[in-house]
């Protein structure tokens, strides 16, 4: 819906609710609407409505859930609200709020508060998490610091915890552990360190503790719910352990860009559900182990900028979950039936650190291995992966051919195998591919004509072809051997009647040369033996 909210809904006086959000609605937030004595629920969150800050409202409802998300707020949070004794939900996220978190907030009952995306600073008031009622609290994407306060575990009601890119720090209080009816806890984009406590107890599905200062040994005391675990960006180191298996029901490993050592175990296998794995960027070493393939729901690896080595397991074309595109996306907001935005999933797309939105995540299906020691040659039987939508194994040693199964690769939009060994031509069923964007062959010892037709005539990038030892074709500008012209031969220029005369007398000469010889060479042989000459006297 588009234009202003109209002023005819003034007239509804027995109005309870009113939703009007995710719409076009433009405008100033009328005030009459809090004139409305029965009105109990407003939502006018996710329009291109703007709020006066200028007016001192008074409202004349008693609102039980208001919501004024993206509204253009700015200023303090309005004190207004402290008057509305009922009120059990708040959302004012997206705006562009400062200050403090007020006292007389943290001394509402409210069951949920959602100030996420704005401007507030300094630290939470400890007497927030002594309310029995709260439920949800999500403050990310603020200017939050201090410590969190030693009494968070008081509010055990919270299911929902979301303190994201804030600064705080100090270390995560034991009394957290505490709180057993959460399920979502995400404290990422922080400066937090130390011992991460004990979190078995709770119902913690979902967990993000990723790019703080965490350090020592990868932690596993969390809850066998736990479905998503985020510890990337920070200073974990050792191996990893055994006891991850314990976590029966894990979908979703992210340990990206921290200090692991040793090989990737097998026992990684016996997490039967884990569809995404992400180890980028950590020392680890060995081969890739071959019981990896019985991950059925695997549909994102990411092990780049490692110390593996060995070949690529020939296995890696039986991933179920990279031949096939589920039909249907649930996302972890499905999930948890909670409408928040969760952090993406940062990975290298196409030359660079993109995000997967966690609302599209299950859509995606890549495998990266680029940034190690593998050798060998490439596995026919990646050509099965039809799911896959990014296959990169550049900065490797790779040996061999580009296997001419990979033109069955329907899904892929980037294929990187740059700066490897690979000989041989460039397979023309690669013309085949249709979602292909990015095509990146730089730095082997490729020779031959390049596919044409297709997505490949647009793969022009002349850096993508760079340092082969004789590639050719429209896409860099240079003409195959096979498709120059055969030359015409010239017609012989006219010769003058001296040129001929001089041949017919050369010809005479010679003739009659031959036949002088012939015929003196016979006659000489007919003479009479030569006798001495005897004089007489």
């Given at each position: 819906?588009?234009?202003?909210?109209?002023s005819?809904?003034?007239?509804?006086?027995?109005?309870?609710?009113?939703?009007?959000?995710?719409?076009?609605?433009?405008?100033?937030?009328?005030?009459?609407?809090?004139?409305?004595?029965?009105?109990?629920?407003?939502?006018?969150?996710?329009?291109?409505?703007?709020w006066?800050?200028?007016?001192?409202?008074?409202?004349k409802?008693?609102?039980?859930?208001?919501?004024?998300?993206?509204?253009?707020?700015?200023?303090?949070?309005?004190?207004?609200?402290?008057?509305?004794?009922?009120?059990?939900?708040?959302?004012?996220?997206?705006?562009?709020?400062?200050?403090?978190?007020?006292?007389?907030?943290?001394?509402?009952?409210?069951?949920?508060?959602?100030?996420?995306?704005?401007?507030?600073?300094?630290?939470?008031?400890?007497?927030?998490?002594?309310?029995?009622?709260?439920?949800v609290?999500?403050?990310?994407?603020?200017?939050?610091?201090?410590?969190?306060?030693?009494?968070?575990?008081?509010?055990?009601?919270?299911?929902?915890?979301?303190?994201?890119?804030?600064?705080?720090?100090?270390?995560?209080?034991?009394?957290?552990?505490?709180?057993?009816?959460l399920?979502?806890?995400?404290?990422?984009?922080?400066?937090?360190?130390?011992?991460?406590?004990?979190?078995?107890?709770?119902?913690?599905?979902?967990?993000?503790f990723?790019?703080?200062?965490?350090?020592?040994?990868?932690?596993?005391?969390?809850?066998?719910?736990?479905?998503?675990?985020?510890?990337?960006?920070?200073?974990?180191?050792?191996?990893?352990?055994?006891?991850?298996?314990?976590?029966?029901?894990?979908?979703?490993?992210?340990?990206?860009?921290?200090?692991?050592?040793?090989?990737?175990?097998?026992?990684?296998?016996?997490?039967?559900?884990?569809?995404?794995?992400?180890?980028?960027?950590n020392?680890?070493?060995?081969?890739?182990?071959?019981?990896?393939?019985?991950?059925?729901?695997?549909?994102?690896?990411?092990?780049?900028?490692?110390?593996?080595?060995?070949e690529?397991?020939?296995?890696?074309?039986?991933?179920?979950?990279?031949?096939?595109?589920?039909?249907?996306?649930?996302?972890?907001?499905?999930?948890?039936?909670?409408?928040?935005?969760?952090?993406?999933?940062?990975?290298?797309?196409?030359?660079?650190?993109?995000?997967?939105?966690?609302?599209?995540?299950?859509?995606?299906?890549?495998?990266?291995?680029?940034?190690?020691?593998?050798?060998?040659?490439?596995?026919?039987?990646?050509?099965?992966?039809?799911?896959?939508?990014?296959?990169?194994?550049?900065?490797?040693?790779?040996?061999?051919?580009?296997?001419?199964?990979?033109?069955?690769?329907?899904?892929?939009?980037?294929?990187?195998?740059?700066?490897?060994?690979?000989?041989?031509?460039?397979?023309?069923?690669?013309?085949?591919?249709?979602?292909?964007?990015?095509?990146?062959?730089?730095?082997?010892?490729?020779?031959?004509?390049?596919?044409?037709?297709?997505?490949?005539?647009?793969?022009?990038?002349?850096n993508?072809?760079?340092?082969?030892?004789?590639?050719?074709?429209?896409?860099?500008?240079?003409?195959?051997p096979?498709?120059?012209?055969?030359?015409?031969?010239?017609?012989?220029?006219?010769?003058?009647?001296?040129?001929?005369?001089?041949?017919?007398?050369?010809?005479?000469?010679?003739?009659?040369?031959?036949?002088?010889?012939?015929?003196?060479?016979?006659?000489?042989r007919?003479?009479?033996?030569?006798?001495?000459?005897?004089?007489?006297?």
């Open positions: 819906m588009t234009g202003e909210i109209p005819s809904i003034k007239k509804l006086s027995k109005l309870k609710v009113l939703r009007l959000q995710d719409n076009l609605l433009t405008r100033g937030i009328p005030s009459w609407l809090f004139d409305i004595r029965s009105l109990q629920e407003l939502f006018l969150g996710g329009n291109n409505l703007t006066d800050n200028s007016v001192e409202l008074v409202p409802c008693i609102l039980s859930q208001l919501s004024l998300k993206s509204c253009r707020l700015s200023g303090r949070i309005p004190e207004w609200i402290s008057r509305q004794k009922t009120l059990n939900v708040l959302d004012l996220s997206e705006n562009m709020l400062q200050g403090t978190f007020p006292q007389w907030l943290a001394e509402i009952e409210l069951s949920a508060i959602d100030l996420s995306g704005n401007e507030l600073s300094g630290s939470l008031p400890p007497r927030l998490f002594e309310s029995q009622s709260l439920s609290l999500a403050l990310s994407r603020n200017n939050f610091s201090g410590e969190l306060p030693d009494n968070i575990g008081n509010a055990n009601g919270i299911i929902v915890f979301m303190l994201s890119a804030n600064n705080f720090s100090g270390q995560i209080p034991e009394s957290i552990s505490e709180i057993y009816r399920i979502l806890l995400d404290l990422s984009g922080n400066r937090l360190s130390g011992k991460i406590p004990d979190l078995g107890n709770a119902l913690l599905a979902y967990i993000d990723s790019s703080n200062e965490f350090s020592g040994e990868v932690p596993v005391t969390f809850s066998e719910e736990t479905m998503i675990l985020s510890l990337g960006n920070n200073n974990f180191s050792g191996k990893l352990p055994k006891n991850l298996t314990n976590l029966s029901k894990l979908q979703h490993l992210d340990l990206h860009d921290n200090k692991i050592t040793g090989e990737l175990p097998t026992f990684l296998s016996q997490l039967s559900s884990l569809e995404v794995l992400n180890l980028r960027n020392s680890l070493e060995g081969s890739i182990p071959h019981t990896i393939v019985n991950l059925t729901s695997l549909r994102i690896v990411d092990v780049s900028n490692n110390n593996l080595n060995g690529i397991p020939v296995k890696f074309g039986n991933l179920v979950g990279m031949i096939e595109t589920p039909n249907t996306i649930i996302s972890v907001e499905d999930m948890f039936s909670i409408p928040f935005e969760f952090n993406d999933l940062i990975v290298n797309w196409k030359k660079s650190k993109r995000g997967l939105s966690s609302r599209s995540l299950d859509i995606y299906s890549l495998l990266d291995l680029s940034k190690n020691q593998l050798s060998g040659e490439i596995p026919a039987s990646l050509g099965h992966l039809k799911g896959l939508k990014l296959l990169n194994i550049s900065y490797n040693q790779i040996s061999g051919k580009i296997p001419e199964s990979f033109g069955d690769l329907e899904s892929v939009e980037s294929l990187d195998l740059s700066h490897n060994r690979l000989s041989g031509s460039i397979p023309q069923t690669l013309s085949k591919l249709q979602e292909l964007t990015t095509f990146d062959v730089s730095n082997n010892h490729l020779e031959g004509q390049i596919p044409a037709g297709g997505q490949m005539d647009t793969m022009n990038d002349l993508y072809y760079a340092n082969n030892s004789g590639l050719c074709g429209m896409q860099i500008k240079v003409v195959c096979t498709e120059q012209p055969p030359a015409v031969a010239e017609p012989p220029e006219e010769e003058g009647w001296f040129s001929w005369a001089a041949v017919g007398i050369g010809y005479s000469v010679c003739l009659l040369a031959s036949v002088a010889i012939i015929f003196f060479s016979g006659f000489i007919k003479l009479p033996p030569h006798r001495p000459c005897i004089r007489r006297r």
